[in-house]
């Protein structure tokens, strides 16, 4: 089920000294003048109260095809300003320069549409309810006025992350959902009577579609902060792809579980730091039982190994029936597979012998079928 649980308000108080600091490691942090410090409290408390606005946060509470409608109506209306741009136009000209940005954007919103049916939804001052990621970038790019910049964006989503925590799936969606209202507002430029295109709309689009996305949701997820708690401390020296699957993990049993992805992280750090106390690890010992010992203090034991089922427990997991039988087959591959082996070797046989009969091809089959037992 979807988790709906969110942190609660912090103080009104001013975002912390180290939003202002660059995520990588040995960058040379800005000098923080007057004017960086006031737009990082305006963004910070621009973002806490919009989150705060949206309310209590509900699971597929929207019309399922809300994002595919957006993205099609919008899809339209520039087809319909491609065709009629004017040759002698500045706008027109510029439009038509960035029809493969535009084209490019709008095939990543329409691919992200169907998956946001999933995420979590909340209400616009409209009273439709969209899918959180949307009303997020919406209001993200209302305080920036449609200038999009990384840094500002990381700080923006981790306001809103102090009153509504975001699933990480939603974080994914942060992107295409960018770029979905900035094409709805360029096409809104030249829907408009003698309005104008705003180039920076064009040029925020440009700068959403080529941003370090790997790295900004590294730096704005709650889980990675909990899993670099791991005592081994193997997780924060793991490639990309390593940790992008002990993430996915997390993902899939927060779906079936009545609590929040970050609550899961923390519930399998538990569990570590319970192995570490039970056998007094410290890093040092005999090497053979030190492997063993720190191989069940590793955050990953209880994601991907013989831990698993410790935490499925701990975290009250209830997967769907298809979900029990993958499991149940993943525990015990060998026996289904020696089993699919022979009920399908049985299968041939009886089909084979089907013309001679009634009794002799199903006896047939049963004492070939028991020959690899006899060897």
Not at 67 to 93: G, K, M, Q, V, Y
């Amino acid at each position: 089920m979807q988790n709906q649980r969110s942190t609660a308000p912090q103080e009104n108080s001013p975002p912390p000294q180290r939003w202002l600091e660059p995520s990588t490691p040995g960058a040379v942090p800005p000098v923080a003048d007057d004017a960086m410090i006031r737009e990082t409290q305006r963004l910070w408390t621009h973002a806490r109260e919009e989150a705060a606005r949206w309310g209590k946060a509900e699971p597929r509470r929207a019309h399922p095809h809300v994002i595919e409608n957006r993205a099609n109506e919008t899809s339209e209306r520039l087809r319909e300003a491609f065709a009629s741009a004017p040759a002698d136009s500045s706008d027109s000209e510029w439009l038509l320069d960035n029809r493969n940005l535009i084209r490019t954007a709008q095939r990543e919103t329409r691919e992200v549409s169907k998956l946001s049916r999933k995420h979590v939804h909340v209400q616009e001052s409209t009273g439709a309810w969209v899918p959180r990621s949307y009303a997020a970038s919406m209001s993200y790019l209302d305080a920036v006025d449609d200038r999009f910049e990384e840094a500002s964006l990381a700080l923006y989503l981790r306001s809103v992350q102090e009153v509504q925590e975001l699933e990480m799936g939603e974080i994914w969606a942060i992107k295409p959902m960018l770029q979905l209202v900035l094409l709805e507002r360029i096409a809104a430029d030249r829907g408009q009577h003698g309005a104008g295109l705003q180039p920076s709309r064009i040029t925020s689009l440009r700068d959403a579609g080529e941003a370090s996305w790997k790295e900004l949701f590294e730096e704005v997820n709650l889980i990675d902060p909990v899993l670099r708690r791991d005592p081994v401390d193997a997780y924060r020296s793991m490639d990309y792809d390593s940790r992008d699957l002990y993430r996915k993990v997390i993902a899939e049993l927060a779906t079936y579980s009545d609590i929040a992805e970050r609550e899961i992280a923390e519930a399998a750090i538990a569990l570590t730091e319970q192995t570490v106390k039970e056998t007094g690890w410290n890093g040092h010992g005999p090497h053979l039982e030190e492997r063993r010992t720190a191989r069940r203090c590793h955050v990953g034991y209880y994601l991907l190994d013989a831990g698993l089922p410790a935490l499925k427990h701990r975290i009250a997991y209830r997967p769907q029936p298809m979900a029990q039988v993958r499991d149940l087959i993943l525990r015990a591959p060998n026996g289904f597979y020696l089993i699919g082996v022979e009920l399908t070797t049985f299968a041939i046989v009886v089909f084979l012998l089907s013309g001679l009969q009634v009794l002799t091809p199903i006896l047939a089959g049963l004492i070939l079928l028991l020959l690899p037992a006899t060897q």
